[in-house]
């Protein structure tokens, strides 16, 4: 834990407001939710919570069974990084942080399917140079949760409709599981 040096008071309601500088370097966005945690030392603990982070093990398995179907890599996005990922290196994808460009989708709950091959400037995840075929917010209740994407491959570079499909049917389902 590092400390940052900046001292808030407590409200007579209760609430502390966390500085500006400190919500953006950890994205924190309002209306996002916080997980609290206490030791016994004293220490109050804030740390984002994301549903999806909370259900790792089985958005493995989801994007598993994407990579094997598709026949394409496939990684699986909460609202920040990547939870999950399967036929590409998981020591390249492991907590890279979500791009702008996919941030900026899951914020319009739009949705990406690459139009054409040889012109896709789409890059899912900040630090690496593999582009995007398919992106698919995770929705929940009506907020986005997170993201499911797939990679172009030596095979794939853009999306077939198999894939959509499977892309769609897989944030929906995982949506389901998070409800």
């Known amino acids: 834990m590092k400390a940052t040096g900046i001292v808030r008071r407590?409200?007579?309601?209760?609430?502390?407001?966390?500085?500006?500088?400190?919500?953006?370097?950890?994205?924190?966005?309002?209306?996002?939710?916080?997980?609290?945690?206490?030791?016994?030392?004293?220490?109050?603990?804030?740390?984002?919570?994301?549903?999806?982070?909370?259900?790792?093990?089985?958005a493995g398995y989801i994007a598993d069974i994407m990579h094997r179907t598709a026949d394409c890599p496939a990684l699986v996005f909460d609202k920040d990084h990547v939870v999950a990922s399967s036929g590409v290196s998981k020591r390249e994808f492991a907590e890279r942080r979500a791009s702008s460009q996919l941030e900026e989708l899951m914020?319009?709950?739009?949705?990406?399917?690459?139009?054409?091959?040889?012109?896709?400037?789409?890059?899912?995840?900040?630090?690496?140079?593999?582009?995007?075929?398919?992106?698919?917010?995770?929705?929940t209740a009506g907020d986005v949760s997170g993201a499911v994407v797939f990679l172009t491959s030596d095979k794939y570079t853009e999306a077939t409709d198999l894939q959509k499909s499977l892309i769609s049917a897989a944030a929906q389902f995982l949506a389901r599981q998070i409800e």
């Not at 209760?14 to 919500?23: A, D, L, Y």
């Not at 309002?30 to 804030?46: R, S």
């Open 107 to 139: 914020d319009n709950r739009g949705q990406y399917y690459c139009p054409d091959g040889r012109n896709n400037r789409f890059y899912p995840a900040e630090g690496v140079e593999k582009t995007a075929i398919a992106a698919v917010p995770i929705i």
């Open 10 to 58: 407590i409200d007579d309601l209760g609430r502390v407001v966390i500085p500006k500088e400190i919500r953006r370097t950890m994205r924190i966005r309002e209306g996002d939710p916080l997980e609290i945690y206490t030791n016994n030392d004293g220490e109050v603990i804030f740390r984002k919570y994301s549903a999806i982070n909370e259900m790792s093990e089985n």
